[in-house]
């Protein structure tokens, strides 16, 4: 479904610097109609931009990237808010069985990763770059913070992407962790299990991907620890597969 904006996204943005999310969501939906998907990793915080998006249209596309080495708990989690929300997920996999991947990298500890990139291009970004490719949205909402990394400082509300030729938006941009905290708290939403035992980023269960952080460290530490890697590659321009 292609859709091209009459302003320049610059314009666009600039003027949900001050909006509050559901603004940004209600303009998308709005604009994009039934061409406007949501994803969500069913991670930490994945509950906010799930309450927010199903408020303002509910049975939007919700895509699911399920790796095959994600935790047990967050599939629990992807059921409880499928229930609580009546979310319409559409679930992509990862094409390799996880046991063979392993042995055909070269991964000889399920526990870790030596080559984190690799994995991610294999089982997660091809997946979503499928997912794109079947469901050719106008808009896709996603739950990126310019608080979570440095990476994500200049993102913009509306951006557009050509390597899944549609636009990208992001509500959330400039909520801070308290933001979140704050909106988990007042509309009674369910936390990851995880989030108990110090999770506070949550993505492959391999301990080189996701790992508890102390309360001093910045939530996304615990993610792909000691690698130098900020990000799984689905919100880059430039990922080559």
């Keep these: 479904m292609a859709v091209r904006l009459e302003q320049d996204v610059s314009v666009i943005s600039q003027s949900f610097e ?3 999310p559901e603004e940004v969501i209600r303009w998308a939906a ?3 109609g039934d061409g406007l998907v949501m994803t969500s990793s069913f991670g930490a915080d994945s509950a906010v931009l799930l309450h927010l998006a199903t408020r303002e249209m509910p049975g939007i596309r919700v895509i699911f990237i399920d790796t095959g080495f994600l935790f047990p708990e967050t599939h629990a989690y992807v059921e409880q808010l499928r229930r609580l929300l009546d979310l319409n997920i559409w679930h992509y996999r990862t094409r390799n069985d996880p046991f063979s991947y392993l042995e055909l990298a070269g991964e000889e500890d399920f526990r870790h990763r030596r080559d984190v990139a690799r994995c991610c291009a294999a089982n997660k970004n091809e997946p979503m770059e499928r997912a794109m490719h079947d469901l050719a ?19 913009q509300f509306v951006e557009w992407s050509a390597r899944y030729s549609c636009y990208a938006i992001s509500p959330l941009l400039n909520w801070s962790d308290a933001d979140i905290e704050e909106y988990l708290h007042k509309n009674d939403l369910p936390r990851h299990p995880l989030a108990a035992f110090g999770y506070r980023s949550i ?3 391999p301990l080189t991907c996701t790992r508890p952080v102390e309360e001093d460290e910045d939530p996304r530490s615990g993610r792909w620890a000691g690698s130098g890697k900020t990000e799984c590659g689905l919100h880059l321009e430039d990922y080559q597969i």
């Excluded at 949205?137 to 993102?155: D, F, H, K, Y």
């Design 30 to 32: 709005r604009t994009f």
């Design 203 to 205: 993505g492959c269960s």
């Design 18 to 20: 001050t909006a509050r």
């Design 137 to 155: 949205p106008a808009a896709w909402l996603r739950g990126i913070r310019r608080a979570q990394s440095e990476s994500r400082r200049n993102r």
